[in-house]
């Protein structure tokens, strides 16, 4: 089979597809011919040894992923040949099979293709979490999502909807504001690209509190980080919630007084642990995302797909800031 994979650490455009062995399960393992895997952030970071997790060599990158199984270990006894999944793990899911343990995958809905399938849970599993469990979302409140035009903010997007929140969108251009407003959020802010000085600082702060008629934001989901993460901290509300999400940034060091003086929480969101320490809670969530997809309160769309020869390039335009929305591989029809 074929496989685009990671021989060691190294420049994105230092891999390439190349062919291997086909899989076969461990007694507990599944193996699924993928069809489609989703393109996201950890995978700029993993094959450059930049990521929290460092998988063993030779690993595929690609973190989600949906296809259908074509063999089942001996002791798996709750998946069949032929059944339709979406896979979820760290990585593997870049290449034409994956192997996965038989609790990493879950049902694909029969309305659901094998492209929204393989985008849907990193990021629908990470934006219900942390406004769900972390921030406790109520109707009616407000959200702003920074990065949102990118793979997770899109989804951060439908589900702050579908919560009955009003979204405020934030993003480095007009194209990608664009893009946020078609998915539904109520209001945006455009913020400095690359000249993120106070100025643009203090502009972005003042942004957020017009949005909000001067009372600041109730939540704040940042999988962005860096020099935007101070002034949105200080527009958020007395009592407000600061998802702590990705850095796509950089790792910002923010001055510890500002939640004392908003009396607002800040908010560590781990999607990948909580799926191993509370499964249950994690299951029924993804049973409420399913029923919102089924209602048409989230519409997941993928803006483009790439074939896996040009995986290299779809991670690439993740780490460049040129990607607008979310990106599929597309490995078989
Ligand atoms: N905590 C969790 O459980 C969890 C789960 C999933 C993902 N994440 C994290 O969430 C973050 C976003 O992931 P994603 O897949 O949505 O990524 P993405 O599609 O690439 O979107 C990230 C957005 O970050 C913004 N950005 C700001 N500075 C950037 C830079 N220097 N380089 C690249 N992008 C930059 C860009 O928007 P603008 O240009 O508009 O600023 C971009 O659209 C990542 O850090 C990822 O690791 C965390």
């Known amino acids: 089979m074929k496989a685009f994979l990671c021989r060691k650490f190294g420049p994105i455009n230092s891999h390439t597809v190349d062919e291997v062995d086909n899989l076969v399960p461990g007694d507990n393992e599944v193996v699924v011919d993928v069809h489609a895997a ?8 993993v094959v450059q040894g ?21 063999s089942t270990g001996s002791k798996v006894k709750m998946w069949n040949e032929g059944d339709r999944v979406i896979g979820f793990k760290g990585s593997g899911g870049f290449a034409e099979q994956a192997i996965c343990n038989a609790y990493n995958i879950m049902p694909l809905p029969e309305t659901m293709d094998y492209i929204i399938g393989s985008i ?20 009616g409140e407000s959200v702003l999502i920074m990065g949102a035009a990118g793979g997770l903010g899109l989804t951060a997007i439908h589900v702050a909807k579908a919560m009955g929140a009003k979204v405020i969108a934030a993003a480095s251009s007009n194209e990608k504001l664009e893009l946020c407003q078609s998915q539904g959020a109520d209001e945006t802010i455009l913020y400095s690209r690359n000249n993120m000085n106070r100025d643009s600082q ?3 702060s003042n942004k957020i509190k017009a949005a909000t008629q001067g009372q600041g934001v109730d939540v704040i989901f940042d999988p962005v980080g860096g020099a935007y993460c101070e002034p949105a901290l200080r527009a958020i509300a007395w009592k407000g919630r600061y998802l702590v999400i990705g ?11 500002l939640a004392l003086l ?50 290299a390039h779809a991670i690439e335009l993740l780490a460049n800031r040129e990607a607008l929305g979310k990106i599929a591989i597309k490995i078989r029809d």
């Open 38 to 45: 989703g393109v996201a952030f950890p995978d700029v970071l």
């Open 50 to 70: 930049l990521y929290q997790i460092k998988p063993e060599f030779p690993f595929s990158p690609g973190g989600e992923f949906a296809g259908v199984i074509s």
């Open 202 to 204: 203090k502009e972005f």
């Open 120 to 139: 849907f849970p990193l990021n629908y599993g990470t934006s219900i979490h942390a406004f769900k469990q972390r921030a406790d979302l109520k109707e």
């Open 247 to 257: 850095f796509t940034s950089s790792i910002p060091s923010i001055p510890l007084n």
């Open 262 to 311: 908003k009396g607002c929480q800040i908010i560590g969101v781990f999607w990948g642990n909580f799926c191993l320490k509370e499964p249950l809670v994690n299951a029924d969530n993804f049973k409420a995302l399913f029923k919102m997809f089924e209602n048409d309160q989230i519409k997941p769309f993928v803006v483009e797909t790439y074939p896996l020869e040009k995986t």
